[in-house]
T-cell receptor
């Protein structure tokens, strides 16, 4: 149980294009999903918290217009990197919190590696 | 405010010997604490969690951790390391209350020597 998927797992795009990453909770409902960014050999940096049916809460320093987050259903959140540039290249990981879990456990997706040329 | 300190960025052990990965935390509220493992180019897998129940928590793959409030520690241990344990380990503190605040440690890379 508690499986989270991400799609795509790898994406290579040209500078200036937009990329959409999907995060799905496969066997549970997630009212809250989180988006992280991880640079090589570093820890995860929380970008934003996504709540179903409402606007995402962004961490300080994360551009809302650059990283668009939509959480339209209890099992799906999307992160769109708009007008991507090489400095956006990174490993993006989502996590989801089980609506029934009062212990606040986050279940992580396998990650999406983005390379912007 | 809350923070997590993983005291070792890199730990090297021989296969079959004990593993100790250290984590200290600070939190203004009663926290939940987690250990996650990340293998190269993979997402994070939950090893174990502490959520104000038993202070000694047993997780998957033979790992366990003990919550010590007096020492503000949550060290991860395993009696006997296996080659497959080589990975990056993250200690995480989480505080609920309207807006869940999650803080990651900087990670400890575990190397297992055959």
């Amino acid at each position: 149980g508690a499986v989270v998927s991400q799609h795509p797992s790898w994406v290579i795009c040209k500078s200036g294009t937009s990329v959409k990453i999907e995060c799905r909770s496969l066997d549970f409902q997630a009212t809250t999903m989180f988006w992280y960014r991880q640079f090589p050999k570093q820890s995860l940096m929380l970008m934003a918290t996504s709540n179903e049916g409402s606007k995402a809460t962004y961490e300080q320093g994360v551009e809302k217009d650059k990283f668009l987050i939509n959480h339209a259903s209890l099992t799906l959140s999307t992160l769109t990197v708009t007008s991507a540039h090489p400095e956006d290249s990174s490993f993006y990981i989502c996590s989801a919190r089980d609506q029934q879990d009062r212990g606040e456990t986050q279940y992580f997706g396998p990650g999406t590696r983005l390379l912007v040329l | 405010a809350q923070s997590v300190t993983q005291l070792d960025s890199h730990v090297s052990v021989s296969e079959g010997t004990p593993v100790l990965l250290r984590c200290n935390y600070s939190s203004s509220y009663s926290p939940s604490l987690f250990w996650y493992v990340q293998h190269p180019n993979k997402g994070l897998q939950l090893l174990l969690k502490y959520t104000s129940a038993a202070t000694l928590v047993k997780g998957i793959n033979g790992f366990e951790a003990e919550f010590k409030k007096s020492e503000t520690s949550f060290h991860l241990t395993k009696p006997s390391a296996h080659m497959s344990d080589a990975a990056e380990y993250f200690c995480v503190v989480s505080v609920a209350g309207g807006y869940q605040k999650v803080t990651f440690g900087t990670g400890t890379k575990l190397q297992v020597i055959p």
